[in-house]
């Protein structure tokens, strides 16, 4: 499992798009990049997890450049419903059942 | 369709005492994991079964922990003798199967555990 380094924490205006960046400088071949969202209160919920290159869904984008050692979440027109923690993993997808989180970015969105 | 459920959700206990957590997967799901998260700090795998058996347990702090899933669906989390450095939110998580390039894990909203 890759270790994974991302900012402690992150304010935004409401309308904005935010961009957190993660480091996973040592990434293995197989590994796949994660991430996941937590609410106060709630567990955490899968938001979009990538390989290579980028992918997109209704909620985010995931960038990952050639190198993969680096991944970047965009968030777009974020809203006060956003402000959560952001968790990034980089780990095997197949078989990879023990997600490590690490401490995440708390977003904070102001209107 | 229902998500994963834990019961209770909240717990508050007197040091030496023992506890059981309950969760309930997304029906169908075969593989189960538990976590416990600390304030301020991301979940921390503890267990994970596929069917009724724990595959990997390799997180348990210590022997006082125990989980089961007799029927491969409901699991429980036990904790004997607890301590107070237990005080955590107890997360549960399901997913369809393990052994997959997509393994999205369904979390349920925890049960936080006070030890007095």
């Not at chain 1, 709630?42 to 390989?51: D, E, S």
């Not at chain 1, 777009?76 to 997808?93: F, H, I, N």
């Not at chain 2, 416990?36 to 700090?41: A, K, Y």
Request: a positive charge; glycine letters at 10%; aromatic letters at 12%.
């Amino acid at each position: 499992l890759a270790k994974t380094t991302q900012p402690i924490s992150m304010d935004s205006y409401e309308g904005q798009e935010v961009n957190i960046t993660c480091s996973h400088n040592n990434i293995a071949t197989n590994d796949y990049i994660t991430w996941y969202q937590q609410f106060p209160s709630q567990g955490p919920r899968f938001i979009i997890q990538g390989y290579k290159t980028k992918v997109t869904n209704e909620v985010a984008s995931l960038f990952i450049p050639a190198d993969r050692k680096s991944s970047t979440l965009s968030l777009p027109r974020v809203s006060l419903s956003d402000t959560a923690v952001y968790y990034c993993l980089a780990g095997t997808g197949a078989g990879s059942y023990q997600l490590t989180f690490g401490k995440g970015t708390k977003l904070s969105v102001i209107p | 369709g229902a998500g994963v459920s834990q019961t209770p959700s909240n717990k508050v206990t007197e040091k030496g005492k023992y506890v059981e957590l309950r969760c309930d997967p997304i029906s169908g799901h075969t593989a189960l994991y538990w976590y416990r998260q600390s304030l301020g700090q991301g979940p921390e795998f503890l267990i994970y079964f596929q069917g009724t058996g724990a595959a990997d347990d390799s997180g348990l702090p210590n022997d006082r922990f125990f989980a089961v899933r007799p029927e491969g669906s409901v699991s429980t989390l036990k904790i004997q003798r607890t301590e107070r450095g237990d005080s955590a939110v107890y997360l549960c998580a399901s997913s369809l199967r393990a052994s997959s390039s997509y393994n999205e894990q369904f979390f349920g909203p925890g049960t936080r555990l006070t030890v007095l």
